[in-house]
């Protein structure tokens, strides 16, 4: 098994040399296929074989451990530099002071701190299980669309941009080893080491086209995300001085065992503020919002499979030891604002891709806030959402980027009518979008046992608050999910025009519609035989956390949705009527588009969706929302390390 | 047994008209008249009527519109020219404008007359319209068999 | 409960609740009539407007419109059944926006501007309502410490209104955006005639406008129902107040519409929240105080 996870890590980024090098379209594009579809074989293998042998948690150290224990210092030291050279090329030295801080301390402390007992550094345990299946197959999914898409994006769409593919695909394969290595740690330097990685990778991805506003926008995540590292670093300091060990989970059962005491919480709290960061919660959205800049695989896999879920991976992993304190109520309270906010201002966007960013957002909110929890319940409903919301939103961003080669927009607006046109990338959209919000898919099963367990938190203040976020965020995600669909069934005021879509887009996107499908219809065994172990080993416990009516339930509203509509469907397909036109006050000009004006001539009729700019407006919430958030944050970081010392 | 005839819907049309008729119309509908005692409701939607009720004449103008809106109700449907104009083309006949009555474009089955037309002579055209309604849905119902 | 109660119940409420509906619709008329002076229609006429709609000609202007709409139909039977079952309460929220959902893709497909128009304010109106409709599951969780329906009546041996008065008033105060009555006849009005023609249902014909009505009665006994939760309990007398309280709100409605003039949509949305953030989170805020300090 060791063997078997080290190769998975160290895997990818061979690999990543191999499509850097070759700058032939053909034969890059098959080694890009190669390259992820190893990947995503030897992670399903490694998984499966873990599942066969009875699904134990495994400590164990790497071969050679000295060895990457040597490899990941000068990883850190070589990624400083990189970053200190870019801050002065770019003249944004204070990000050189961020990463500075944040590598030289825990460097520092490894050479010269005290020799720390020799403990295992890697633990394959449930929650690893579930994410290298979800790094692992959503990854190179989306790896396979990369390339039908960048070839499209540079010979189709964007000719004056430097064709720098190689570099792309190349970073792409860096990301996966980064993913698989950060979930397999145990032990915080080399958890930091790839934490590190995503954040630079991310970085590199964001600023691909070299436009100001994709360098600024690069930039902007690159401070957010150091500052994090800079918390984890902190993390790291205070384990060597007090605590004689670093690894995240010797943490974790020093602050469960004395719950009261602060100086126990201080790490925790700095890696969970580490954790929001990555995972894009208010004050730090800004980053994920301005990674929409980047060619879409890149928002697909920052998105979904990867970087933010390494975020809300370490928040679970944190969750025992947040129960019912200060730093668990901070992350709930950040949470659940997030899951608000971000949902208002999806309403008021109407760029397909800003929509989906914010709902990313809003979503990772949602488990955020279960996390910050830290019940059994919430923990269930987090793993579920991280799961559903890797697939739909993957498949989103893919779909939506086709649409964008289609048709030349990613305009909601100019959407309509892509039912009639474009059925295929319709169809996606449209079940990607259920599968984010509708009634038996994913987010209510998590939401209903999300709003049980926040209506149980101890904390009266936040229990009450967090419940309403919930009830709130609800309706608004209803609003902006809703008025998306409608558009898309709308009546069609473009012409029919060839569907650019590459075969491999195609591929991937049906794939993550097939397994969303199979997922939402295999959730009563997965809650079964990977959440339940998955809790029992958090927990110690195993409660059921969702009844057997309900699941019945669930499975009832699920074969509703989709039977009643197509049993409906065929049943009324041969109804006989007669065509009309709409009602426009008698004044249609012979069809359903224009009208006859008060001149007399034809004139067409544009219908737009609400966006509530006023109400809802960026300009109005978003630096509130910043406000609050900050606030929520520093309050609470101020009671840990005050109680610390 | 039908009762079809107890719901009739109602669409007001303003034609060519001095507003007159209109006023009388929308009189129906007050508590000295309540027209709605009958069911009548007075939707603005052809598309829910069943009553198509006109006052004024027809000019170049709208003479599509009333085409449209009368081929967006669906059958059974009934058509009342209420007052003089929507009759006949009224004072204003003889203008370069006007068509003439609402029978110029669409069938008209009752005939208001009045100017304006009192209130109480449009209810009366509209309780023999609801009678009309009730024979034309049968007839419909019977052809439908057939 | 046992199956046989639970299949008893559901049965009930498929048969009987567009009859119970449809009279107190007529009733309502009838009452909105006298209070304006007028005679008004029969009480049974809403049963003689939905048979006619029935029998008109079809026209569409869209063939997906009928089966998204008899989807919406099914949809909300379904969710009564949930809930007149005596299921999970949440769940049945949730299953009635998701039907809502077929409502507003239905009046959409026909690109028409007052459908489209209707459709935003009815995506608005649900907005407004939907954190009460969640938030009342939630209250009922916090005073019996279950979300099933049929466990809410069983557990408790008093009227639970005692307990969420604020979610009580909350709950009311969406109903009349729910019952499409004046002031908030927004996305369609109950009555006939408002500025964007008959909104969401604009486009709809005959039948299907038929089967709109259907499902709404079907809907609002779903929402009487949750009223008489409200009162219900183990005690088989508690439900004569339940039916006391049924009256006394629809009364309040017709009242409530026969006296207000029209707001805007905007005005709408921040009177909704405001209500449920006042009175639903202030009564929510108190109770897990009182479990608090029970633990």
């Given at each position: 098994m060791e063997t078997l996870v080290t190769a998975l890590i160290c895997f990818p980024f061979l690999w990543a040399i191999l499509p850097a090098v070759i700058h032939n379209s053909k034969r890059r594009a098959f080694f890009v296929y190669l390259g992820c579809g190893i990947v995503m074989v030897l992670s399903v293998f490694t998984a499966v074989r873990w599942y066969l042998d009875g699904g134990q948690t495994l400590n164990f150290r790497l071969p050679y451990q000295e060895m990457f224990g040597h490899i990941f210092l000068v990883g850190d030291v070589f990624l400083m530099c990189f970053i200190t050279y870019l801050a002065y090329k770019y003249k944004k030295l204070i990000i050189s002071v961020l990463t500075i801080v944040s590598t030289v301390i825990p460097s520092a402390f490894e050479l010269v701190g005290p020799k720390l007992p020799n403990n295992y550094t890697m633990r394959f345990d449930w929650l690893t299980f579930i994410m290298i299946l979800i790094i692992g197959v959503i990854g190179s999914l989306i790896g396979v669309y990369a390339v039908g898409y960048m070839h499209g994006y540079h010979i189709h769409h964007h000719k004056e941009l430097p064709d720098r593919r190689s570099f792309f695909l190349a970073m792409i394969f860096v990301?996966?080893?980064?993913?698989?290595?950060?979930?397999?740690?145990?032990?915080?330097?080399?958890?930091?080491?790839?934490?590190?990685?995503?954040?630079?990778?991310?970085?590199?991805?964001?600023?691909?086209?070299?436009?100001?506003?994709?360098?600024?926008?690069?930039?902007?995540?690159?401070?957010?995300?150091?500052?994090g590292g800079c918390g984890m670093a902190v993390a790291i300091s205070v384990g060597y001085l007090w605590f004689n060990t670093v690894n995240l989970f010797d943490f974790i059962d020093l602050a469960k065992a004395s719950p009261d005491n602060m100086r126990y919480l201080l790490p925790i709290a700095m890696l969970a503020f580490a954790a929001l960061t990555k995972s894009a919660q208010f004050p730090f959205s800004g980053w994920l919002l301005g990674a929409m800049v980047a060619p879409t695989p890149s928002s697909a896999l920052l998105h979904s499979a990867t970087m933010v879920k390494a975020g809300v991976y370490l928040l679970i992993r944190l969750t025992t030891a947040m129960a019912d304190n200060y730093v668990g109520n901070m992350v709930a309270l950040i949470g659940g604002f997030t899951f608000l906010a971000a949902s208002c201002l999806a309403i008021s966007v109407s760029d397909g891709k800003k929509v989906l960013a914010y709902s990313t957002i809003s979503n990772l909110g949602l488990i955020v806030a279960c996390t910050g929890c830290g019940y059994e319940e919430t923990i269930w409903a987090a793993v579920f959402l991280v799961i559903f919301h890797a697939v739909s939103k993957s498949m989103l961003f893919q779909c939506v980027g086709a649409i964008e080669n289609t048709i030349g927009s990613r305009d909601v607006e100019d959407m309509q009518g892509l039912m009639s046109i474009f059925p295929k990338l319709a169809f996606i959209l449209m079940i990607g979008i259920a599968g984010m919000f509708l009634a038996p898919f994913g987010m209510l099963i998590s939401k209903w046992a999300a709003l049980k367990a926040f209506i149980d938190t101890r904390s009266v203040y936040v229990s009450s608050l967090m419940v309403l976020f919930i009830c709130f965020g609800s309706a608004t995600t209803m609003f902006y999910w809703t008025k998306w669909m409608s558009k898309i069934l709308g009546a069609a005021t473009r012409e029919k025009s060839r569907d650019l879509t590459k075969w491999n887009e195609y591929t991937s996107m049906f794939f993550h519609a097939v397994l969303l499908v199979a997922l939402i219809l295999g959730?009563?065994?997965?809650?079964?035989?990977?959440l339940k172990p998955l809790s029992n080993d958090m927990f110690g416990v195993v409660k059921q956390v969702i009844s057997y009516q309900?699941?019945?339930?669930m499975i009832v509203l699920l074969v509703g949705v989709f039977v009643i509509p197509y049993v409906n469907y065929l049943m009324t397909k041969n109804t006989k009527a007669k065509q009309v036109i709409t009602?426009?006050?008698?004044?249609?000009?012979?069809?359903?588009?224009?009208?006859i004006s008060s001149t007399g001539e034809a004139k067409e009729m544009h219908v737009a969706n609400f966006y509530m700019e006023e109400l809802m407006g960026e300009k109005r919430l978003f630096t509130p929302a910043i406000m609050i958030s900050t606030f929520i944050i520093i309050v609470y970081q101020i009671i840990v390390i005050g109680g610390a010392f | 047994?039908?009762?079809?005839?107890?719901?009739?819907?109602?669409?007001?049309?303003?034609?060519?008209?001095?507003?007159?008729?209109?006023?009388?119309?929308?009189?129906?509908?007050?508590?000295?008249?309540?027209?709605?005692?009958?069911?009548?409701?007075?939707?603005?939607?052809?598309?829910?009527?069943?009553?198509?009720?006109?006052?004024?004449?027809?000019?170049?103008?709208?003479?599509?519109?009333?085409?449209?809106?009368?081929?967006?109700?669906?059958?059974p449907k009934v058509v009342i020219a209420v007052g003089t104009c929507a009759c006949t083309g009224g004072i204003f006949k003889e203008c370069y404008n006007i068509k003439g009555g609402a029978d110029t474009v669409i069938p008209v089955d009752i005939y208001v007359p009045g100017c304006a037309a009192r209130p109480e002579s449009i209810i009366d055209g509209v309780v023999k319209g609801i009678g009309l309604f009730k024979e034309k849905a049968e007839a419909l119902a019977a052809s439908q068999k057939a | 409960m046992d199956v046989s109660t639970r299949m008893i119940l559901a049965g009930c409420y498929i048969i009987f609740a567009p009859f119970i509906i449809g009279l107190l619709e007529g009733c309502d008329r009838k009452i909105s009539a006298r209070m304006q002076g007028r005679r008004g229609p029969s009480v049974l006429q809403p049963f003689y407007d939905l048979k006619k709609l029935f029998e008109k000609e079809f026209l569409t202007a869209n063939k997906m419109q009928l089966f998204m709409i008899r989807s919406y139909l099914c949809f909300i039977i379904l969710s009564g059944i949930l809930f007149f079952g005596g299921f999970d309460l949440l769940l049945v929220v949730f299953a009635l926006s998701t039907s809502a959902m077929f409502l507003i893709l239905a009046s959409t497909t026909t690109h028409s501007p007052f459908s489209s128009q209707g459709t935003h304010r009815e995506l608005v109106q649900i907005m407004a309502c939907e954190p009460m409709e969640l938030l009342v599951a939630v209250g009922f969780y916090l005073a019996t410490a279950t979300f099933n329906v049929s466990d809410i009546v069983m557990n408790s041996d008093f009227a639970r209104v005692i307990m969420l008065p604020g979610f009580f008033v909350g709950f009311v105060f969406i109903l009349t955006i729910k019952?499409?009555?004046?002031?908030?006849?927004?996305?369609?009005?109950?009555?006939?005639?408002?500025?964007?023609?008959?909104?969401?249902?604009?486009?709809?014909?005959?039948?299907?406008?038929?089967?709109?009505?259907?499902?709404?009665?079907?809907?609002?006994?779903?929402?009487?129902?949750?009223?008489?939760?409200?009162?219900?309990?183990?005690?088989?007398?508690?439900?004569?107040?339940?039916?006391?309280?049924?009256?006394?709100?629809?009364?309040?409605e017709i009242l409530i519409d026969n006296t207000s003039a029209r707001v805007k949509w905007q005005l709408m949305l921040k009177l909704a929240w405001g209500v449920t953030i006042i009175a639903a989170g202030m009564n929510l805020f108190l109770l897990e105080i009182i479990r608090g300090n029970l633990r």
């Open positions: 990301f996966f080893g980064a993913m698989f290595g950060l979930v397999f740690s145990a032990n915080l330097l080399s958890l930091y080491f790839f934490w590190e990685i995503t954040s630079v990778t991310s970085f590199l991805l964001i600023g691909y086209t070299h436009t100001d506003e994709a360098i600024n926008n690069s930039f902007k995540a690159l401070w957010m995300n150091l500052l959730f009563p065994w997965l809650s079964e035989h990977v309900n699941i019945i339930i009602y426009m006050g008698g004044a249609n000009a012979g069809d359903n588009m224009n009208f | 047994m039908s009762t079809i005839h107890k719901s009739p819907w109602l669409l007001h049309y303003d034609g060519s008209s001095c507003n007159g008729c209109d006023i009388e119309v929308l009189a129906c509908t007050t508590p000295v008249y309540d027209v709605e005692r009958f069911g009548v409701i007075n939707t603005g939607n052809p598309m829910h009527a069943d009553i198509f009720l006109i006052t004024g004449g027809i000019n170049s103008q709208n003479e599509a519109v009333v085409k449209q809106i009368y081929d967006q109700m669906p059958q | 019952f499409r009555k004046s002031p908030f006849d927004i996305s369609t009005s109950h009555h006939a005639h408002q500025e964007v023609v008959k909104g969401v249902t604009s486009e709809m014909v005959g039948k299907e406008y038929g089967m709109v009505t259907l499902a709404e009665w079907y809907e609002n006994a779903i929402l009487y129902g949750i009223v008489a939760l409200f009162f219900l309990n183990s005690n088989p007398l508690s439900v004569i107040w339940a039916i006391v309280a049924i009256l006394a709100v629809w009364f309040l």
